[in-house]
């Protein structure tokens, strides 16, 4: 008894799980009134992705959250159907560790991004707009 009572009274410091690791709670799509699209990516905490393009086929937006994992309410698929963005989809990877979001654009068009983290609301923006210089210069 006096061993099981010694292991009782030993104290391991814990960091909160949702402080410890990034995890994606939301992915969210909308159409912005002024001629932007948005998605929208809520974390626990300020933990901004790694954003780079692929422009070879369909273009996309990729968004690598490093070491992190899904929550239970993201949806794994949306199909957006905006005029920039057709559909997004959430890929929870093993190796390494990480949750890619894909933004898959509509071909033919020269896009503006803007990436934003509101850090007090943990929330990842990014806006997907048409570069106007390739609108006014008669593209279609």
């Known amino acids: 008894p006096a061993e099981a009572e ?8 814990v960091v909160p799980e949702a402080e ?3 995890v994606l709670l939301d992915v969210a799509f909308e159409k912005s009134a002024n001629k ?4 929208l990516f809520r974390l626990n905490n ?4 790694l954003v780079f393009g692929i422009e070879q086929g369909e273009p996309q937006v990729v968004c690598d959250f490093l070491d992190a994992r899904l929550g239970p309410e993201v949806a794994d ?5 905006g005029d920039f963005i057709s559909r997004v989809e959430v890929v929870s990877e093993s190796d ?10 509509v071909p033919n068009r020269h896009y503006d991004l803007q990436q934003l983290f509101f850090k007090e609301d943990n929330l990842f923006v990014i806006i997907v ?4 210089d390739a609108a006014s210069n008669g593209g279609n």
């Open 46 to 49: 300020f933990f901004p992705p």
């Open 77 to 81: 698929s949306i199909q957006a159907g």
């Open 20 to 22: 410890a690791s990034p």
């Open 129 to 132: 707009s048409e570069l106007q």
């Open 6 to 13: 010694s292991a009782q009274n030993i104290t391991i410091p």
């Open 36 to 39: 932007s699209e948005t998605v």
């Open 96 to 105: 390494p560790e990480k949750v890619r979001v894909t933004l898959t654009l």
